[in-house]
């Protein structure tokens, strides 16, 4: 069992900043994949952002490249969305997940545990 816990959403202006934070329980840390996922009222949860415990690399979906940064603390059992210069569509409930075959995907389905989710809303 993996319990993941996120937090940092709140409302912010559009061209701000928030950080997300997804702590992790229950597993080795260090041994899975995490990923960031956002859904919007609506629309069909989406791809945002992860890291592949095989090769260590981060991959970003096109429309938050650039602006947002995935990082990962192993020794906080932690992993981060730092998210700059924010856009009206970038809200939506955020969800941090976890993918014990360490694969990193970009498919909500290959993953085996999701946190509560936080939102976060960008005026204009």
């Known amino acids: 069992q993996v319990q993941l816990v996120e937090s940092g959403g709140g409302l912010v202006q559009a061209g701000g900043s928030l950080r997300l934070s997804c702590v992790a329980s229950?597993?080795?840390?260090?041994?899975?994949?995490m990923g960031w996922f956002r859904q919007a009222p609506g629309k069909e949860r989406e791809f945002v952002a992860a890291?592949?415990?095989?090769?260590?690399?981060?991959y970003y979906a096109d429309s938050v490249r650039g602006r947002f940064t995935f990082s990962r603390d192993n020794a906080k059992n932690t992993v981060y969305l730092q998210m700059t210069s924010l856009k009206p569509e970038d809200t939506a409930v955020y969800y941090c997940?976890?993918?014990?075959?360490?694969?990193?995907?970009?498919?909500?389905?290959?993953?085996?545990?999701w946190g509560q989710g936080t939102q976060v809303t960008v005026s204009s």
């Open positions: 997940a976890a993918d014990l075959r360490g694969r990193g995907s970009r498919q909500p389905t290959d993953y085996d545990y």
């Open positions: 229950g597993r080795t840390f260090s041994n899975y994949a």
């Open positions: 890291d592949r415990w095989i090769n260590g690399n981060t």
